[in-house]
């Protein structure tokens, strides 16, 4: 069953601390893995994409790796700001043959306080 | 250019009544996807439409049902309404179906939906 488990489930950190995120996943085939942030009541935004062949990728403060051998990618976010406060979430795509049915992890949700 | 859009924000129905969720993709993008999103989970995907055509259904019941129109927009039907079905409804769209492979899917704010 494809399957996307991110960790911790719950964070809280300090505003200015640096943070990771953990996804494993078991989706099979692989197309690209993407992280999402999504405010409370809000729609995911895209942070970052990455391919098999791709092992990191960075956008701005976030950079998300990626192993596609231990199927394991992270989310590092530097010097976190109180607006960095959202849940974010890990998504895996088997690719377009398999009518792009992503699937999402449950999120890692994440708060930066003052 | 305006991002997707949903309408209504908020709906509240009762049980076993039917309901309509309006989604506008971003002007040029041709694909839309329809996702559902229990409080304190992630998003499970119901549909993907390209070209007015169904290209993809997740493991939704009957009850769902989806269609898109010429100008791409895209509607979401639920009939029979159950407490169940309470969720934050999300639509993504995207410029092309599946291709290349790191298409990226840009999502509305989406519609929460509260059943009675």
């Known amino acids: 069953k494809n399957q996307v488990e991110q960790s911790p489930q719950s964070l809280i950190i300090l505003e200015g601390k640096n943070c990771t995120l953990q996804?494993?996943?078991?989706?099979?085939?692989?197309?690209?893995l993407r992280w999402y942030k999504q405010d409370t009541g809000r729609g995911p935004v895209s942070l970052t994409i990455?391919?098999?062949?791709?092992n990191t990728k960075s956008n701005g403060r976030y950079t998300a790796t990626l192993d596609a051998d231990t199927k394991q990618s992270s989310l590092h976010i530097t010097a976190s700001q109180l607006s960095d406060s959202a849940s974010y979430i890990c998504v895996v795509s088997p690719g377009r043959e398999y009518g792009n049915k992503l699937v999402f992890g449950a999120g890692t949700i994440l708060r930066v306080k003052s | 250019d305006a991002g997707v859009t949903q309408s209504p924000t908020h709906l509240i129905k009762t049980r076993g009544q039917h309901v309509t969720l309006r989604c506008s993709p971003i002007?040029?993008?041709?694909?839309v996807s329809w996702y559902q999103q229990v409080l304190g989970q992630g998003p499970q995907f119901i549909f993907q439409y390209y070209e007015k055509e169904e290209r993809g259904r997740g493991n939704f019941p009957d009850r769902f049902s989806a269609r898109q129109f010429p100008n791409y927009s895209s509607e979401l039907n639920v009939n029979a309404l159950l407490l169940g079905d309470s969720a934050l409804y999300l639509c993504a769209s995207s410029l092309i179906r599946g291709g290349p492979s790191t298409d990226t899917q840009y999502f509305g704010p989406g519609t929460r939906l509260t059943v009675l």
């Open positions: 002007s040029g993008h041709k694909s």
């Open positions: 996804c494993n996943y078991t989706v099979s085939p692989f197309s690209n």
């Open positions: 990455m391919t098999f062949s791709e």
